[in-house]
């Protein structure tokens, strides 16, 4: 099979370029490296069934070409995280809604049949405050002016762009709502609290939790997602469907600090920071953002392989021998 990853030198990215290539197939990435790393994909690049372009979604002039060629395309480049959001705004709504446009348009174009998987967030559930999240719940954002919601704007306008695009030109897509995903090459640089805990408690630090700890994740080992990701795209009963991808045990984010510093064996003390000085007054943050994945389950028969502690001891393990990104 030939696919297609945006983003593939990112996090979720590079592993499903890794998942794919192990499985025989030829994989194409496009990526601008704004946050993805070379050294994420480089092992591949001897391999002759793998190809990179280092070029912008907005711009790359090889798209319509890639899009014809391919059976699948994995559309993940975006910017993401807190910090890049608040950093520059507009790049995050060019970006994220106008490289979505731009692949949609590419493919109905030239090729309509290939299957599309587009990366979607939790985040789009916004201030809903239900404990948990089914797919048919509503949207509840902030009104305009908390710049924090674009990105969850964005994806939620990514959503209805596929659903515009289908209805109008019948391209295959799949919509997931991904939850947070953690795993070997998700980077801390951007806020992502997962890799912050880890390397802070492997090295001693003060184990850094923003707010009073008391909000609640759920996380999800990379492997789970890319496998998930795949059982998606190989059902044709999920086109045109919008489907949670996460796991769905829960932890508050002070006892994950407390877990990790735990299993490492860290002498680490945990440091609670107001979200203000974290990231300044426009951030809000939400209580839960557990998914409901009947729906994934019913679609595919998912069952998430990892549970939390593996996946804290899997990157203790990394932080300790390469260190993670
Ligand atoms: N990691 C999570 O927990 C999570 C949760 C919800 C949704 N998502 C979504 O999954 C996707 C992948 O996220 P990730 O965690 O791997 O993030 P990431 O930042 O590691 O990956 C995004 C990739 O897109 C690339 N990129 C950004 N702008 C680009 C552009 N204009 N042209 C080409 N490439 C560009 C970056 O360089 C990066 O490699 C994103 O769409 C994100 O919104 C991730």
């Known amino acids: 099979m030939n696919i297609l990853i945006t983003g593939g030198a990112g996090f979720i990215g ?19 490296l704004s946050t993805g790393q070379v050294g994420n994909i480089s092992a591949h690049f001897k391999d002759p069934h793998f190809q ?11 798209l319509k070409e890639a899009a014809r060629w391919s059976n699948r395309i994995y559309h993940m480049a975006a910017i993401v995280g807190v910090k890049k959001v608040l950093e520059d705004p507009r790049a995050v709504m060019a970006t994220n809604m106008a490289g979505t ?21 939790s985040e789009v559930y916004g201030f809903n405050t239900k404990p ?24 939620l306008a990514d959503e209805f ?5 289908l209805k109008k030109s019948h391209i295959k897509v799949v919509i997931v709502r991904l939850f947070n995903t953690v795993g070997p090459h998700q980077t801390g640089k951007y806020g992502m609290v997962f890799p912050n805990f880890i390397r802070q408690a492997v090295h001693g630090e003060q184990v850094t939790v923003y707010g009073d700890g008391s909000q609640t994740r759920s996380f999800c080992n990379v492997d789970d997602t890319v496998r998930a990701l795949d059982m ?8 045109g469907e919008i489907v949670n991808v996460g796991n769905d045990d829960e932890i508050s984010i002070g006892d994950l600090a407390k877990l990790i510093i735990e299993r490492s064996g860290s002498k680490s003390g945990i440091k609670y920071i107001g979200y203000e000085a974290a990231y300044g007054l426009e951030f809000e943050d939400i209580t839960h953002r557990r998914p409901v994945i009947q729906k994934l389950q019913d679609l595919t028969g ?7 502690y593996d996946t804290i001891d899997q990157l203790i393990a990394l932080e300790r021998t390469t260190g993670l990104k």
Request: net charge negative; hydrophobic share 45%.
């Open 52 to 62: 990179f372009d280092e070029a912008n979604i907005l711009t790359w002039d090889g």
């Open 232 to 239: 998606l795209a190989s059902t044709p009963a999920a086109n």
């Open 161 to 165: 762009l596929a659903y515009s695009f």
């Open 14 to 32: 590079s592993h499903l370029v890794a998942y794919h290539l192990a499985k025989g197939d030829t994989v194409h990435v496009v990526d601008d």
């Open 101 to 121: 446009e731009r692949v949609f348009r590419a493919v109905a174009e030239v090729n309509p049949m290939t299957q599309i998987i587009v990366a979607s967030s």
């Open 132 to 155: 948990a999240f089914v797919e048919t719940d509503d949207i509840v954002l902030r009104s305009a002016g908390r710049l924090r919601w674009c990105y969850a704007v964005t994806k």
């Open 302 to 308: 998912f069952k998430p392989r990892w549970s939390l």
